[in-house]
């Protein structure tokens, strides 16, 4: 049956001018949403009790290195230093395509799991073309919304992004996937050349795609002022951390219409700087959350988005204080901005603003079914906080372009035994002989 009539939940639309929750209905036909409101009548649809549910838009993990999910946790004690020696020094040179493949399908299946149905896969590990197409297959075959973000192992500033391999991406692997887009992870000015910065910004703009980037600690490049000279900094750029960067550089990229993205918890805790949260909430602007590495820190989003909200407004509790000497009156960031950098802040980094963040009739139907019954929530007095507060042990179901992915706490994927045998030997292999003591497992 093509059409579904969710009913009986109450509903957290993140929609401009709505109320932050309400007892509505959402009508999907099929990949889309047709109605919003209550007591739809729909004759024709299958009907879907969720009452003692709560109903939210898809999450938005807008930065993920999901190559790495066979490496899960062997970095948990690694600073930036040593995750770059260890990683990208000892461990990505030796992938195949295969490890890309299981990587990215897990990765993505984990990701469904725990209530996010679109990712930024930031892929910086494409050692061949054949290690993209595998990357994509993995995010195709677990039925996750996806912009790949094509990248490469780090390489001299000089060289430029390799086009022929965007080009051939879009006139094939990608274009032949409807829940999957293309981007450009990009060295960026801050690891490029200012010749081959500017380059590679002309050769997403000319293809109108997202430019992702690192910015993490030290001053900004020369790099940073050519392509700001050049107009090429614009709503498709999309840097990660943002760290390093000063009040006045992350001013004039808000006005650009650049979208950040921070990656709180492991930011915090390998050393990339303070979160930019503060700088942006300060300019009207905000972030959007990704949960960087699984190889450090969990890949849940809503984990993500408690640690932002935590360090915030830890931050502005600790200035008040220190100016005036008293406690705030009242929180300086709330629960539903904060849901809102995992959704709506999440789809505008990616360029997905018109398709997915809200619950809006014309959007797709990406769609979350947290149980609000469970011990851990109820009672549910407040929705929105109640979501932030949801595990994975809540996530009862996931509708990705109007199909479910997940229902009744389950992920409707086969052959997962296998998917984790296969990522196991994966990882352990990878792991061979990594690091003076062997690997970490």
């Not at 899960?72 to 020094?89: F, I, K, N, P």
């Amino acid at each position: 049956m093509s059409r579904v009539l969710l009913r009986g939940a109450r509903v957290v639309t993140m929609a401009p001018g709505r109320p932050d929750a309400e007892h509505v209905d959402v009508l999907v036909d099929a990949d889309r949403i047709s109605a919003v409101g209550a007591d739809i009548e729909a004759p024709d649809a299958e009907v879907v009790d969720l009452c003692g549910r709560i109903v939210i838009p898809g999450l938005v993990n807008a930065h993920l290195h999901t190559w790495q999910t066979a490496l899960r946790s062997v970095g948990a004690d690694w600073t930036l230093m040593e995750y770059l020696t260890r990683l990208h020094g000892e461990c990505a040179g030796r992938y195949t395509p295969a490890d890309m493949h299981i990587s990215n399908l897990a990765g993505a299946l984990s990701q469904i799991n725990c209530g996010t149905t679109t990712v930024g896969d930031w892929c910086h590990n494409v050692l061949s073309p054949e290690h993209a197409d595998a990357a994509v297959e993995g995010l195709a075959r677990s039925g996750v919304r996806a912009v790949f973000l094509h990248g490469t192992p780090y390489r001299a500033p000089e060289i430029p992004h390799p086009l022929a391999e965007i080009d051939r991406l879009l006139d094939g692997p990608v274009r032949d996937h409807a829940l999957i887009t293309l981007g450009m992870a990009l060295q960026g000015p801050q690891y490029s050349s200012v010749e081959t910065a500017s380059a590679d910004f002309h050769a997403g703009a000319q293809r109108g795609l997202v430019v992702s980037m690192h910015q993490s600690g030290g001053d900004p490049s020369p790099g940073w002022e050519a392509v700001r000279a050049a107009g090429l900094f614009s709503p498709l750029t999309n840097i990660v951390h943002g760290s390093g960067l000063s009040e006045d550089w992350i001013k004039r990229l808000v006005e650009a219409g650049v979208t950040f993205t921070s990656t709180p918890e492991n930011e915090l805790g390998q050393g990339h700087g303070t979160p930019v949260t503060g700088s942006l909430l300060r300019l009207g602007s905000a972030p959007s959350l990704g949960t960087d590495i699984d190889t450090a820190v969990p890949g849940k989003l809503l984990t993500a988005a408690r640690f932002a909200l935590a360090h915030q407004r830890s931050l502005d509790h600790a200035h008040h204080r220190q100016t005036t000497g008293t406690h705030l009156d009242t929180p300086s960031v709330t629960a539903k901005q904060a849901l809102a950098w995992a959704t709506v802040e999440g789809a505008r980094a990616l360029g997905l603003a018109d398709q997915v963040g809200r619950i809006e009739v014309g959007m797709q139907a990406d769609l979350v079914a947290v149980d609000a019954r469970a011990l851990n929530l109820w009672p549910a007095h407040d929705p929105v906080a109640t979501v932030l507060h949801a595990d994975i042990a809540n996530i009862e179901a996931v509708m990705i372009a109007g199909r479910w992915r997940k229902r009744d706490h389950g992920l409707l994927a086969s052959g997962l035994d296998e998917v984790k045998d296969r990522l196991r030997e994966s990882g352990e292999r990878l792991l061979r002989g990594t690091g003076p003591e062997g690997p970490r497992v």
